[in-house]
């Protein structure tokens, strides 16, 4: 394994010796991992989900130390209440990912396709919809009330589904390659998720760049991935952009996965300065290989009005707050404008119960280079913005811009993704719930810059009504997104694996916006649109993974014990933590 070291955001475990990475060692990797291509493609099913199950169990071993690096690049409690948040985003999702692909293979290996739970529902716009989630009893018991859907390309039939499965299993040799996976900087988990996605999805090897911001994490990703790295499968690198540039340039990778931002993107494709900007007007791309990405979004989140009581209003400005907080504020699924209808009688209500919730959880690290300058900017077109909690130091408050013109289409705030902890508010004019969720769709679909994710909130006497109901369902169809919460925080498309996360099909290398692609995906679906989650609109217990919840911490914990080695004996010792406050 050879890593360089690159001004990390936190030290590097001295277990591991770094060594600078020159164009030589490059090309010997490159050269190596293309050696091995074909091996990874004959390895079967069954001998990856031996593969997997190794990961699993590794992955867990290295699960505490891995948290505790995480938590102090992020300047978090690794055993407090935040301490949850790195377990369950930063190696949770990863060790879920990693159960269902091995599901997938051993269904593989028994002669079938990926067996996915269903059912298969025929949606607006000649569209089918694959339910995929609760995929074991066990989710039943561990997320009553959530469901997850992943959509077809229109046009896709039930049976098409099924045969379009697994195709790089149909013909392994035609998919073998190399692919490059430039990791993303502020999820502990992308980078490894994105491993798993191109070796047991799309059956190639991976050379996978760590993103400088936490290439800090490499030793516990080599321990948690080493049974792919001792057969040579994946190679971990380290290194600033010259890397990251000599290796999309190499003739030895066949493919790149980016997770970054639409100018990273460009920057790969077109290059830099005036002549990346030439080539891109012309579309001149300076490579002609397969680039996949997910590069962000302005991510809204649409507040259907209704007649709420104070227990929902509490609970969902909970569950608005935590999609801020979470990580920061540095997630590519951060809510960044929040859309409500002018004349909501509790409006305001809502906003004062949000601020409360703000004010009663510490303000975090701004860690992720640029932030202050990102939140600088945006201030500067809106100094009027309400700022909640400590802002010194290494630290930025809670913010939020209300009352965001809709009609100033070109405001900041709809076209610039803040990537630090601030939301904004925009209300639109509309004559009923009804007119303003058309109305909604409409702004997020042409003015909102993005279309990578976004959540949909309704109370449920709302979503049952006989005018509302069907209008928010047709919603649900129209809005172009590849991932959509009802109810429930759009992230979790991105956590359950069994769905898929990237951007809605369709964009020009051009006008890349939020990307191209899809990862996770573990029935290896060949032709899906989107994702659909759903939850209750108020849950009891309070969810472990709010930022509200004092004991979330612990129930992660258990959680990751849980998906590690699932067993009905961890459930009750599972749900007395998730109940305990």
């Not at 502020?186 to 400088?212: H, I, Q, Y």
């Not at 999609?323 to 951060?334: D, E, P, R, S």
């Not at 067993?567 to 998730?578: D, H």
Request: proline residues 6%.
């Amino acid at each position: 394994m050879t890593t360089v070291q690159r001004g990390a955001s936190a030290p590097t475990s001295g277990s591991q010796d770094h060594i600078a990475v020159n164009e030589p060692v490059l090309n010997q990797l490159v050269a190596e991992l293309g050696e091995k291509s074909m091996a990874w493609a004959m390895t079967s099913p069954g001998q990856r989900a031996t593969i997997l199950e190794r990961i699993i169990k590794d992955t867990y071993a290295v699960s505490e130390e891995w948290n505790v690096a995480a938590c102090a690049a992020k300047g978090l409690d690794p055993n407090g209440p935040a301490g949850g948040e790195e377990i369950f985003s930063g190696i949770g999702t990863f060790l879920r990912m990693a159960q269902t692909f091995r599901q997938s293979m051993l269904d593989l290996s028994s002669g079938t396709k990926p067996q996915f739970p269903g059912p298969v529902r025929h949606k607006p716009g000649n569209r089918i919809a694959v339910q995929v989630l609760p995929a074991s009893t066990f989710d039943k018991v561990l997320y009553g009330g959530i469901t997850a859907e992943v959509w077809m390309e229109p046009g896709v039939s039930e049976t098409d589904v099924v045969a379009g499965q697994a195709a790089a299993y149909e013909s392994p040799a035609s998919h073998a390659g190399v692919s490059l996976v430039l990791g993303a900087g502020n999820v502990a988990s992308l980078g490894p998720r994105d491993v798993l996605t191109k070796l047991f999805a799309e059956g190639k090897v991976v050379l996978l760049k760590a993103n400088p911001v936490n290439d800090y994490l490499v030793p516990y990703w080599e321990k948690a991935m080493a049974a792919l790295i001792e057969p040579g499968f994946l190679r971990i690198v380290s290194g600033g952009a010259h890397v990251g540039a000599f290796l999309t340039q190499h003739p030895g990778v066949n493919d790149i996965h980016v997770t970054g931002s639409d100018k990273t993107h460009d920057a790969i494709v077109f290059g830099v300065g005036e002549e990346g900007a030439r080539r891109k007007a012309a579309n001149e791309p300076l490579t002609n290989k397969p680039v996949s990405c997910e590069l962000g979004n302005v991510s809204p989140v649409v507040i259907v009005p209704g007649d709420w009581t104070a227990k929902e209003i509490s609970f969902q400005a909970k569950h608005v707050a935590t999609m801020l907080i979470n990580n920061a504020g540095f997630n590519c699924l951060t809510p960044r404008v929040l859309i409500t209808q002018r004349g909501w009688a509790q409006r305001d209500e809502f906003f004062a119960e949000l601020a409360r919730v703000f004010s009663e959880v510490p303000t975090r690290r701004a860690y992720y280079p640029g932030a202050k300058d990102r939140f600088e900017t945006m201030l500067a077109s809106h100094d009027d913005a309400q700022q909640i909690g400590d802002g010194s130091g290494d630290k930025l408050p809670w913010t939020i811009v209300r009352n965001v013109d809709p009609a100033k289409f070109d405001d900041v705030c709809f076209n610039v993704e803040a990537f630090c902890a601030l939301t904004s508010e925009t209300a639109l004019e509309a004559s009923s719930p009804a007119d303003f969720v058309q109305k909604a769709v409409a702004f997020c679909n042409d003015v909102v810059w993005g279309t990578l994710s976004m959540t949909l909130i309704a109370d449920s006497r709302t979503m049952r009504d006989e005018i509302t109901g069907p209008v928010i369902e047709q919603a649900i169809a129209d809005l172009c997104y590849g991932s959509i919460g009802v109810n429930l925080w759009h992230a979790f498309s991105f956590a359950f694996a069994t769905t898929v996360w990237g951007a809605y099909p369709g964009h020009p290398v051009t006008d890349i916006q939020s990307g191209s692609g899809f990862v996770g995906n573990a029935y290896l679906f060949s032709q899906p649109q989107k994702s659909v989650v759903r939850g209750p609109f108020v849950a009891s217990p309070e969810p472990a993974w709010f930022a509200t919840n004092n004991n979330g911490g612990a129930v992660m914990r258990k959680l990751l014990a849980f998906e590690a080695k699932p067993s009905w004996l961890k459930i009750p010792g599972l749900l007395a933590a998730a109940f305990k406050h």
